[in-house]
């Protein structure tokens, strides 16, 4: 019976198991990949964090290099990689988790290969499980090529002519204005994009968010409920540029999809010869075979990472407590909080 089991060992596990080493508790950490930053390394190459160093960082250890500069996807790896090693947390790769349930005194998981038990639980699979692609896109001719930005890498994977890039967040930015480069380029958005610089006086966005207490800004605070209608900005004025210049077509959001092509929302139809989706992420928890930890939706039901089930808990969810509780910034300090609860409850 291990005092804690913790599901993924992305960022958000890791900095779980940082606490949970700190505090001298006996727990294990399950992954599905075979290594640290796998994930990361599986991103598109172009990709280089909005965020800098100073803030992409785990507790416990600096990144390298300059502090303000911005690290790219090999770097973010090569990092998590260091940090799993340096404070040899116990990590069993290459287990499938299959299904979770729950008993009187605690947690049954049982993977592909054993079944574990444990006092209590912590999910850290994060937001980026499952992606997330409209049905109608079932309905373009299958001589459109169709990737998923999680598939994604560099435009020599797309076949010849235009791309309609779907999605305003900052991967579909970066993955646009990339392909905007070498061919005709759309990019749909449900909204006038609103974008911010990387930089302002000499620091990064980030170093100004934090110092305005923005970052920080809790989910049920009149900030961050403000900043969760807005949605997340676009950082870099890349894309601003690409659209200036006529590199990057801005067009409405696509709604349905047919014979002819993508309908966006404004009836104009657009004919393509490859479409990206940059549509996001659903989360996947049907191993989870707990009544009262997912509501009619299957979404995981938690008050800051709290389940109403005793002893279950999650570290890595978006807004999970603040701004930054799924970003490398920001998930360190969700950890410590759970981990610091769990203390609270072997001690009552």
């Given at each position: 019976?291990?005092?804690?089991?913790?599901?993924?060992?992305?960022?958000?596990?890791?900095?779980?198991?940082?606490?949970?080493?700190?505090?001298?508790?006996?727990?294990?950490?399950l992954d599905r990949g075979s290594?640290?930053?796998?994930?990361?390394?599986?991103?598109y190459e172009s990709l280089r964090l909005f965020t800098p160093r100073t803030h992409s960082a785990l507790p416990g250890?600096?990144?390298?290099?300059?502090?303000?500069?911005?690290?790219?996807?090999?770097?973010?790896?090569?990092?998590?990689?260091?940090?799993?090693?340096?404070?040899?947390?116990?990590?069993?790769?290459?287990?499938?988790?299959?299904?979770?349930?729950?008993?009187?005194?605690?947690?049954?998981?049982?993977?592909?290969?054993?079944?574990?038990?444990?006092k209590k639980l912590i999910i850290a699979t994060g937001p980026f499980q499952r992606p997330r692609i409209p049905a109608f896109s079932a309905a373009l001719p299958k001589d459109i090529l169709q990737l998923h930005s999680s598939a994604y890498m560099e435009p020599s994977q797309l076949q010849g002519g235009?791309?309609?890039?779907?999605?305003?967040?900052?991967?579909?930015?970066?993955?646009?204005?990339?392909?905007s480069g070498s061919r005709e380029t759309y990019l749909s958005l449900g909204q006038r994009p609103r974008i911010l610089p990387m930089t302002m006086g000499g620091k990064s966005m980030f170093w100004?968010?934090?110092?305005?207490?923005?970052?920080?800004a809790r989910t049920d605070s009149w900030i961050g409920r403000a900043l969760r209608r807005k949605g997340d900005p676009i950082f870099g004025y890349e894309l601003k540029q690409a659209v200036k210049c006529g590199k990057v077509v801005l067009k409405k959001r696509a709604v349905r999809a047919g014979s002819s092509g993508m309908e966006l929302d404004d009836g104009t139809i657009v004919s393509v010869r490859n479409v990206i989706w940059a549509t996001g992420f659903v989360s996947r928890y049907d191993w989870l075979r707990i009544e009262g930890a997912m509501d009619h939706e299957q979404a995981v039901i938690h008050a800051n990472g709290h389940s109403p089930i005793s002893g279950l808990y999650y570290v890595g969810l978006?807004?999970?407590?603040?701004?930054?509780?799924?970003?490398?910034?920001?998930?360190?300090?969700d950890a410590r909080a759970i981990v610091q609860a769990i203390i609270?409850?072997?001690g009552d």
């Open positions: 019976m291990w005092d804690v089991v913790v599901i993924g060992a992305g960022q958000a596990g890791l900095a779980a198991g940082y606490w949970l080493r700190r505090a001298g508790m006996s727990f294990v950490m290594e640290p930053g796998e994930t990361w390394l599986a991103r250890m600096e990144m390298q290099g300059n502090p303000d500069g911005f690290p790219d996807k090999y770097e973010v790896a090569a990092y998590l990689k260091s940090y799993a090693s340096r404070f040899e947390l116990p990590i069993q790769w290459k287990q499938e988790v299959l299904s979770v349930t729950k008993e009187r005194d605690g947690f049954v998981i049982h993977t592909e290969g054993e079944e574990l038990r444990a235009n791309v309609l890039v779907v999605g305003g967040g900052n991967s579909g930015a970066q993955i646009a204005t990339e392909l100004w968010l934090d110092r305005l207490g923005i970052l920080s978006p807004w999970q407590t603040h701004r930054g509780s799924a970003l490398l910034t920001g998930v360190g300090r609270n409850e072997e």
